[in-house]
């Protein structure tokens, strides 16, 4: 079947400006991560969803970056004021309950110019 | 932080056996043993987990020592499709997230 889809797969953006990055889980599946990762390193926690609330936020570097998951499926990580420092690989990963394995998607890549 | 150690890089030739070790001293009774692989510029994939006993799937096998202070992560015979950053994650299933070290880079040489 189909895996997790994230879109855009690149995106440049100037300093200060808005972003979305949107993230389509496998059908079913109720737990969703985002994760961020700067270029060398392994991946970094930013959001935890379970169904339709974020069960855990505290990887989430401030309060420009903010995370939705309206209906429990598909989930859109929102940056405001993006900063050059910003730019890596944003993943998301989806899993079918918490007992299981988690599946990522390709990720995004963000450039902030 | 990571509750994981695993050495910087492995190399191993083609065809053999490549054996991934990942020390996880401070590992609890409910924490499972999780292992990934991050080939360049993809997402992470995932390749096998276990609790205490030994796991075989179609693309490796997961062998933990019985104090489970320990793991290796075991190709039986690697291609050179297989090189990637491997890592190593333990993590309960009460809805931890993965946490996610530096890795192991697995250098599949011809």
């Known amino acids: 079947g189909a895996g997790v889809s994230q879109t855009p797969s690149n995106k440049v953006t100037e300093k200060g400006k808005y972003v979305e990055l949107r993230c389509d889980p496998i059908?079913?599946?109720?737990?969703l991560y985002w994760y961020r990762q700067s270029l060398g390193q392994g991946p970094e926690f930013l959001i935890y969803?379970?169904?339709?609330?974020?069960?855990?936020d505290s990887g989430l570097p401030n309060d420009r970056f903010f995370a939705v998951r309206p209906e429990g499926s598909v989930s859109t990580l929102k940056i405001q004021r993006t900063e050059r420092g910003d730019s890596a690989m944003y993943l998301c990963?989806?899993?079918?309950?918490?007992?299981?394995?988690?599946?990522f998607g390709q990720g995004t890549r963000l450039t902030v110019v | 932080d990571a509750k994981t150690t695993q050495p910087p890089s492995m190399d191993c030739a083609e065809g053999r056996a490549a054996n991934l070790p990942c020390n996880h001293s401070?590992?609890?009774?409910?924490?499972?043993v999780y292992w990934y692989r991050q080939i360049h510029s993809q997402g992470p994939q995932y390749i096998i987990h276990?609790?205490?006993n030994n796991e075989t799937n179609e693309m490796a096998s997961l062998i933990i020592t019985e104090d489970r202070k320990s793991s290796t992560l075991i190709l039986p015979h690697a291609t050179l499709r297989d090189t990637a950053v491997y890592y190593c994650i333990v993590r309960d299933n009460y809805g931890q997230n993965f946490v996610f070290g530096p890795g192991t880079r697995l250098s599949v040489l011809p």
């Open positions: 276990g609790l205490k």
């Open positions: 969803f379970q169904g339709t609330g974020a069960a855990d």
């Open positions: 990963a989806s899993q079918r309950q918490k007992n299981t394995e988690a599946f």
């Open positions: 059908s079913g599946h109720t737990a």
């Open positions: 401070t590992i609890s009774g409910n924490e499972y």
